[in-house]
T-cell receptor, first 116, second 109 residues
Framework: GAGVSQTPSNKVTEKGKYVELRCDPISGHTALYWYRQSLGQGPEFLIYFQGTGAADDSGLPNDRFFAVRPEGSVSTLKIQRTERGDSAVYLC??????????????FGPGTRLTVL | DAKTTQPNSMESNEEEPVHLPCNHSTISGTDYIHWYRQLPSQGPEYVIHGLTSNVNNRMASLAIAEDRKSSTLILHRATLRDAAVYYCTSRAGSYQLTFGKGTKLSVIP
């Protein structure tokens, strides 16, 4: 079946611009996560949705970052006034439920964001 | 979630077993140990998880120390397709995975 998909696969923007990154989770998965991965590092948690609501946004680095999931399926990560330090691969993952310790997260291929 | 420590890199010959270690000395009694791997230019992929006893699945085995302060991911016969960065992570009540830098596994033909 279809896995997690993310669009675009690559995004190049200029400093100060606004960008939106889209995630299509696996159908029926209620939990959705966003992570950010810098070169040579492991993924870093940004935000977690359970259904339509953001259950934990403690990983968002500042108020330039915002994410929505209005219908409990597709999610959009929005970054305002982009900075060069925002350049990274943005990963989305989904899981069937959010059972804490045991659920498996399925990751998409990521969106590579480059801020010039 | 507990901090995990892994070697930066390891090498293995093709067709031989690989033992990837992980230390998680601050793990609590309810933390699950999860392993993911990341192939080049892809998102992480689930490998295996466990709590106390050893676990096996079609991809790998997970050996958990009796005191749960360390674990070892075992690939029984390494193939070239197993070359990846392997991440050990623990999860308790929190839902997000906390990744370290992982171990980069190279497989030599």
């Amino acid at each position: 079946g279809a896995g997690v998909s993310q669009t675009p696969s690559n995004k190049v923007t200029e400093k100060g611009k606004y960008v939106e990154l889209r995630c299509d989770p696996i159908s029926g998965h209620t939990a959705l996560y966003w992570y950010r991965q810098s070169l040579g590092q492991g993924p870093e948690f940004l935000i977690y949705f359970q259904g339509t609501g953001a259950a934990d946004d403690s990983g968002l680095p500042n108020d330039r970052f915002f994410a929505v999931r209005p219908e409990g399926s597709v999610s959009t990560l929005k970054i305002q006034r982009t900075e060069r330090g925002d350049s990274a691969v943005y990963l989305c993952a989904s899981s069937p439920t959010a059972s804490g310790g045991t659920d498996t997260q399925y990751f998409g291929p990521g969106t590579r964001l480059t801020v010039l | 979630d507990a901090k995990t420590t892994q070697p930066n890199s390891m090498e293995s010959n093709e067709e031989e077993p690989v033992h990837l270690p992980c230390n998680h000395s601050t793990i609590s009694g309810t933390d699950y140990i999860h392993w993911y791997r990341q192939l080049p230019s892809q998102g992480p992929e689930y490998v295996i998880h466990g709590l106390t006893s050893n676990v096996n699945n079609r991809m790998a085995s997970l050996a958990i120390a009796e005191d749960r302060k360390s674990s070892t991911l075992i690939l029984h016969r390494a193939t070239l397709r197993d070359a990846a960065v392997y991440y050990c992570t623990s999860r308790a009540g929190s839902y997000q995975l906390t990744f370290g830098k992982g171990t980069k596994l190279s497989v030599i033909p």
